[in-house]
């Protein structure tokens, strides 16, 4: 099984969690409010229907929810409103992005630039397909959100949106799920300034291409646009792991009075 770029244990600091099922379960229920597709404040749906639309027992869905609680990222309340509601998003510090980055191998993450290419350029080619001729969509509106963004986790947020509503718009619910899970892996590294050199007017600029080749229904175009974007922020993250690795061997390179060893 691949392993993620940034897991559960990455957003919260902690160790593995018990169980790879109830671990997935957990992740997928996090991922969606770090996305903002579950906002804080919102109640999640009976167990019984989210079990069900997971596929798992009712069991395996509480322990992942008791997963959750334990991270505070959600809580159960008692009573005639009762449920389990979305008490914060989760969102790893730059320390754990830091960690997490010197851990992710060169040809893990080409390997996830491939993927990634792969989702996102076929999603915009679709979209550029079965958008309705001459309408507006609402990629525009979320590219300008993007770039007005201040802060890590804003600006995570705000870009994730965007693709993921590309993905939307390609009426693909594989897509659409793969887009979500790998957003949810490459948001946070992509943002931190310590674990990327992306640039938010770069970003922008591809953003707004691509719009104009979905909305103006250029297939080629809308996939070409999406690999590139795609392939860049791999490279960003790529370049600023080198250079945390020089720095560490810089620093490892010396002795404590600061010479050279």
Known sequence: MQQPLLSSADLHAEGDLPGHQVRGIAERIASAISLGMLRVGERLPPEAELASQFGIAVATLRKALAQLRAQGVVET??????????????????????????????????????????????????????????????????????????????????????????????????????????????????????????????????????????????????QRLAEEHAMRNVRDIVDAKLELQMLRNDTHGEDETGEAR
């Open 77 to 222: 309340r008692r009573g005639r409103n009762g449920g389990t509601f979305v008490v914060q998003a989760p969102f790893p510090s730059t320390e754990t992005l830091i960690a997490a980055l010197h851990r992710i191998r060169v040809v893990q993450l080409r390997d996830f630039a491939d993927e990634h290419a792969a989702v996102a350029g076929l999603a915009a080619r679709l979209a550029a397909e079965r958008v309705p001729p001459e309408s507006r969509t609402r990629l525009a509106e979320l590219a300008f959100r993007a770039r007005e963004a201040r802060g890590v986790q804003e600006l995570s947020l705000t870009d994730s949106r965007f693709h993921v509503e590309v993905a939307v718009l390609s009426q693909s619910q594989r897509l659409l799920t793969s887009e979500q899970r790998l957003q949810s892996e490459i948001g946070p590294l992509l943002w931190c300034d310590k674990t990327s050199r992306a640039s938010a007017q770069q970003s922008f600029n591809d953003h707004l291409a691509l719009v104009m080749a979905i909305e103006q229904q250029q297939p080629a175009e809308a």
